[in-house]
């Protein structure tokens, strides 16, 4: 397989680190080929905006990202750095997004990465979401650490079921853009652990990589399962995420 790894986290010396390193060595061991966008150490730019359009704009007098972004995807004139992420992005069979948990989601650094490389047009398009979305037959796996213990993301835990905390990235950006979605490698406050606990998290993650072509996925319901108003059918047990019958 073709593996992007996408790290966000400032540290070199962080467990977040360690864990995009040990990846990349468990994979290119296993024979796969991997590529890391480490956005903080390219100073990447996460604030989507003019400077993302280098040709000539559909509405110089009105800016809307969705509609320049799908004309300047069509005729090649995004930025370079978008170009440049978007290529690694089309060539892999399996993205990861290692990032700590911060006030409950990714980095501001990982969601501008999101905002801009999962481009209209690229990532997304009328009539091609979910079950039709442009990602199909990709797969991809969140990688992330917490300041706080497992049982704080247990389902009656304080912060709440940790696939709850994630159903934005899973299924709002991975799932939305055609994904199959691989459960969440999750480490728990490696910053209280001592040097073989944190240890054991790596190894855990490795044996999770090497396996992973026979994780199964996680469960979004198909589209059959929707009515005209996107909604569940009635008699539909809602399954995924934090999804619920009414």
């Not at 399996?94 to 481009?119: C, E, H, N, S, T």
């Not at 459960?183 to 040097?195: E, H, I, N």
């Amino acid at each position: 397989m073709n593996v992007l790894i996408v790290h966000a986290h400032p540290e070199p010396r962080s467990f977040n680190a360690a864990l995009k390193d040990r990846a990349v060595e468990t994979l290119r061991d296993a024979g796969h080929e991997v590529v890391v966008s480490d956005l903080y150490a390219a100073g990447f730019d996460p604030v989507a905006g003019l400077g993302d359009f280098t040709g000539t704009r559909v509405d110089p007098g009105y800016l809307s990202l969705p509609r320049e972004q799908a004309a300047a995807f069509e005729a090649g004139t995004l930025s370079y750095d978008l170009m440049a992420e978007q290529a690694k992005l089309a060539a892999a069979d399996l993205l990861i997004l290692q990032f700590p948990i911060w006030w409950f989601g990714m980095p501001a650094i990982l969601k501008g990465w999101a905002d801009r490389v999962f481009a209209r047009g690229f990532a997304y398009a009328a009539g091609r979401k979910y079950d039709t979305g442009m990602f199909r037959g990709k797969l991809a796996l969140v990688s992330a650490t917490t300041g706080t213990a497992a049982d704080t993301y247990a389902p009656d835990g304080i912060d709440g079921d940790i696939l709850s905390v994630l159903w934005p990235i899973h299924n709002g950006l991975l799932r939305y853009t055609g994904f199959d979605v691989l459960p969440p490698f999750m480490a728990y406050m490696p910053g209280r652990l001592d040097a073989s606990g944190r240890a054991a998290q790596l190894d855990a993650y490795a044996e999770r990589l090497r396996t992973i072509t026979v994780t199964p996925r996680l469960f979004f319901h198909p589209a059959e399962d929707y009515g005209p108003d996107e909604r569940l059918k009635p008699g539909v047990l809602a399954r995924s995420g934090v999804q619920r019958n009414v």
